[in-house]
């Protein structure tokens, strides 16, 4: 399920079988990581219509956290935390933070089973056909981090 006004109402009708929340995570960077952040949101957001496509009626897709390269990744932990809390109040157990940028390894032993990396791969020179051969092969992949994840944390 995606934010949107449809797919809202639904979530609001089948609450109790949808039980993941998946929150994309989106670097801004305006100065000479520019290109590289926007690649990362190219990818992250193809990524994720294909995980809600595998995943519809059981998953939802939050709007994207978007946060500056130059803010410490600590603090955006931090207001992290306030969206995964607001999401597991509302009922949602898992809270998936989805992102391409390696900077949030660093703090991954705070955000406990929810940080879920994928290196990014370059779509730009891409037909749309082979991006998403390629987005859908990720998917499988992720599939499978997200099963486990869902096992050991249910």
Known sequence: MNWNTHDIDVF???KEYIDTAVIPLIPTDFGSGIR???A???FITLLCFHLERQFKGRMIITPPYTYSLN???HGEQERLAQWGNGLKE???KHCFFLTSDSGWKGVE??????????PSIPLEHLDEQYK????EDQVKQLLNVIVQKWQKNS
């Open 12 to 14: 609001e009708q089948q």
């Open 36 to 38: 590289t952040s926007a």
């Open 40 to 42: 990362q949101m190219e």
């Open 71 to 73: 803010t410490p990744y």
């Open 90 to 92: 509302s009922g949602v």
């Open 109 to 118: 032993e705070l955000m406990g089973d929810g940080l879920i990396w994928v």
């Open 132 to 135: 998403h051969s390629i987005m």
